[in-house]
């Protein structure tokens, strides 16, 4: 703990003031300076050292994002160093933390329920509130996470891991499973990788070929499908000895791939639903029933789905740093930032850095 911080403890911060990257409207972002976070009663103090730039704030971005209000901090995948914090019983200044992004109210059905990540009152910071993108953050102190040796970069990515094996654990799959992953950006790619922990045999489904490539040459996933080819389902068939896969995770957000997903089940499969859009689903009732076919959302993740996370970096089953192929400073993210969403530039995970 630290009493007397006070947002401007001189050992920690010689100032009053920091930088904050603000999303103006969709298309838009605009530097601002904002007063570095007070420490307040039941919260700790983060200096940000890294940003992990995800399919949120893209959305945001492009305006396609649910939930959303304008202005906004953006970001949500982050690491950093703990400087001040209230109530949290094991932590020490200045260790190296990332925190659960997804603020619960702990009072609702779903959180007297075990369920905090689907909290009816949740503040995903980034998105309900202000994330983030800047040089200090708040959170509260029931969502700190260790650092476990771990670096910064790896801390990071560990939200967005996170979301891949809470998908996983929702399904419920077992060893040797045909699992079936649409779409291979770094939610899909995480999802991958914990299908495989888990003991599946898993498929890549992507209309980017190089992804598909990504897939399998730094992920080692066998089996590859590009989704604008004309004879998916029959490659599906051959795959899996005619038998279509029993789990099918979708990781796109696309509308026109989650509806024609439902094809792609075996009888008796689950199809869970990572990926979020704004549109209505739409699938024949009488396939999918004579399937007797499951259908779950998953939202966020849990405390353990992050600790599972952890372990599997520390134990070496998932290297976080694979996903990272583009790097600036928090200077540079107003002017890269919307070329981050040209398929032509080959991002499959930006990392901002703040020093």
């Known amino acids: 703990m630290c009493p ?32 570095i ?48 914090f209230d109530d949290a019983p094991g932590f020490e200044i200045g260790e190296s933390v990332t925190f659960i992004p997804y603020f619960y ?16 009152n949740i503040k995903v910071c980034g998105v309900h509130q202000d994330g983030g993108m800047a040089e200090y953050y708040a959170v509260p102190s029931y969502s700190l996470v260790h650092g476990e040796g771990l670096s910064f970069d790896a801390l990071a990515l560990i939200e967005p891991l996170a979301i891949g094996a809470h998908g996983v654990k929702k399904a419920g799959i077992t060893k040797d499973e045909f699992v079936l992953v649409i779409g291979a950006g770094p939610i899909g790619l995480g999802t991958m990788e914990f299908a495989r922990i888990a003991g599946a045999k898993v498929i890549a489904l992507d209309v980017n070929s190089e992804r598909l490539r990504f897939c399998k040459e730094k992920l080692k996933v066998e089996h590859v499908i590009n989704a604008t080819d004309p004879d998916v389902i029959a490659q599906l068939k051959y795959i899996t000895n ?51 076919a499951t259908l779950m959302s998953s939202r966020n993740a849990t405390r353990e789905d992050f600790e599972h996370v952890v372990s599997s970096m520390k134990n070496k089953l998932v290297d976080p740093t694979t996903y990272i192929t583009h790097r600036v400073s928090f200077d540079q993210v107003k002017d890269e930032f919307e070329g981050w969403l040209n398929p032509a530039r080959g991002v499959i995970k930006a990392m901002v850095e703040i020093v």
């Open 37 to 84: 976070p007070q420490l307040q009663p039941g919260q700790a103090v983060i200096k940000i050292k890294r940003i992990g730039i995800c399919g949120t704030d893209l959305h945001a971005f492009e305006g396609t994002q649910p939930y959303f209000e304008y202005p906004r901090i953006l970001g949500h995948e982050l690491s950093g160093e703990l400087i001040a």
């Open 242 to 292: 005619d038998d279509m896969p029993t789990v099918v995770i979708d990781a796109t957000g696309n509308l026109k791939a989650i509806n024609n997903a439902f094809q792609y089940m075996a009888h008796g499969a689950r199809y869970v639903l990572i990926g979020l859009q704004k549109g209505e689903i739409c699938f024949s009732h009488p396939e999918f029933h004579k399937r007797e």
């Open 105 to 120: 109210c702990g009072k609702c059905i779903a959180c007297r329920n075990g369920k905090q990540n689907a909290c009816v």
């Open 4 to 35: 007397d911080f006070d947002g401007a403890s001189p050992d920690k911060i010689n100032r009053t003031n920091m930088k904050t990257l603000v999303c103006t409207k969709p298309g838009e972002f605009k530097y601002a300076t904002r007063e």
